[in-house]
Nanobody, 115 residues
């Protein structure tokens, strides 16, 4: 099993910044890509950003230029730096990874952006 724990969420004003962390533990030797997803009120979960073990990244169009995903393989931790936050970014943010064909999810961390 792989366990993922997110942290760093909170309440910020529009234009502010937050940094989310995702710590992985368990059977993590085969982890390749890690990703951040979010689910806003009344919406389906969507991919925000993804990063491979080698550092290649992908972003949703809505966050390009504002968010940056990174990882520290030695610490088994992924990060999501969120800048220029907008009220539309309000959601529960989840960390996820797929290991040997199985997807694992963290419990989520709430991000609320006020106008």
């Amino acid at each position: 099993q792989v366990q993922l724990v997110e942290s760093g969420g909170g309440l910020v004003e529009a234009g502010g910044s937050l940094r989310l962390s995702c710590a992985a533990s368990g059977s993590i030797f085969s982890i390749n890509a890690m990703g951040w997803y979010r689910q806003g009120p009344g919406k389906q979960r969507e991919l925000v950003a993804r990063i491979t073990r080698g550092g290649d990244t992908n972003y949703a169009d809505s966050v390009k230029g504002r968010f940056a995903i990174s990882r520290d393989n030695a610490k088994n931790t992924a990060y999501l730096q969120m800048n220029s936050l907008k009220p539309e970014d309000t959601a529960v943010y989840y960390c996820a990874t797929t290991v040997l064909g199985r997807t694992y999810w963290g419990q989520g961390t709430q991000v609320t952006v006020s106008s």
